[in-house]
């Protein structure tokens, strides 16, 4: 039997299925670019949440002894309330929520269960090099605003880890972190402006460090490397942000292009306990 000319159409026609399935294809992007947008932003909450825990791990620290700890002690002995870094120093006593003894029973990867990991930080890390030479790489999950605005040839620290910075000059040889007198609770002029923990960033001119080679470290800093797409890295993490607690216990998010690049005294004051810029240590 013919079809009247008049009789709709029930077929699709190719450009009408091309349609289709570009429309298609726009929602599920939409949809997937939400759903990982929400899940970015979850994780920054859960990694603001840890942040803040250990700020007030390190406020509980500063009330029982008066002092910040050491970045690192070279000269810890059992009962020494800095430990050999100012990590064990917060963990020695209890101070982040886990118990050491419980952290010992979880085995070498205790920090993976504890406010110390980052959500957006792969355990996995990656390695670079050539066929007859290669090196490992670990992810860096939170840092200690241990030496303020500071370069390596800059014996002084600004930080809260310590008077002295990497450069002790003793018999000729450099000796880090040798005899560092700790920061005392009073020397923090601004507590509310002097960044104390965060993202395990280290950064300047363009370049920031996402890596354990940064030895668990917040600070900027010059003369740095990318390694293996660091900055990208690390720009992605938080979408372009970093999560820190100040000395006084309140957390912020600022941009990494305001922690790493920005030169006004605002940015640069806040590295330092002394609550000044310090532009003698900017690096052209």
């Avoid at 570009?22 to 949809?31: D, T, Y």
């Avoid at 050491?70 to 000269?75: E, G, I, S």
């Avoid at 993976?112 to 670990?138: D, K």
Wanted: aromatic share 10%; with cysteine; proline share 4%.
């Amino acid at each position: 039997m013919r079809t009247s000319p008049d009789q709709s159409r029930t077929a699709f026609t190719f450009i009408e299925l091309l349609v289709v399935i570009a429309i298609i294809g726009i929602l599920a992007a939409l949809v997937l670019s939400g759903v990982s947008s929400a899940k970015g932003k979850a994780m920054r909450i859960e990694c603001a949440n840890n942040v803040r825990q250990l700020g007030l791990a390190l406020q509980q620290f500063v009330a029982d002894y008066h002092v910040y700890p050491l970045n690192a002690n070279l000269h810890w002995s059992d009962g020494d309330e800095h430990a050999t870094t100012w990590r064990t120093a917060l963990e020695q006593a209890a101070l982040s929520g886990r118990d050491p003894w419980a952290l010992k029973k979880l085995g070498t990867n205790w920090w993976h269960f504890t406010v110390w990991h980052c959500p957006a930080v792969p355990f996995s890390g990656f390695t670079l090099g050539t066929r007859t030479s290669t090196t490992n790489y670990a992810f860096s999950n939170y840092g200690y605003n241990a030496y303020g605005r500071r370069r390596w040839e800059d014996a002084e620290s600004l930080g809260l880890g310590g008077h002295k910075g990497n450069r002790i000059l003793t018999n000729s040889v450099d000796s880090p972190y040798l005899d560092s007198p700790p920061v005392h609770e009073s020397e923090v002029v601004n507590p509310s402006e002097m960044m104390a923990i965060g993202d395990g960033f280290v950064g300047g001119n363009g370049v920031i460090v996402d890596t354990t080679e940064n030895r668990g470290r917040l600070q900027r800093t010059s003369g740095l490397q990318d390694i293996g797409g660091s900055t990208a890295r690390s720009y992605s993490r938080h979408q372009r942000r970093c999560n820190v607690v100040f000395c006084d216990g309140h957390v912020e998010s600022p941009t990494l292009k305001f922690l790493f690049e920005d030169t006004s005294d605002a940015a640069l004051s806040r590295w330092n306990r002394d609550h000044l810029p310090h532009r003698e240590r900017l690096n052209p």
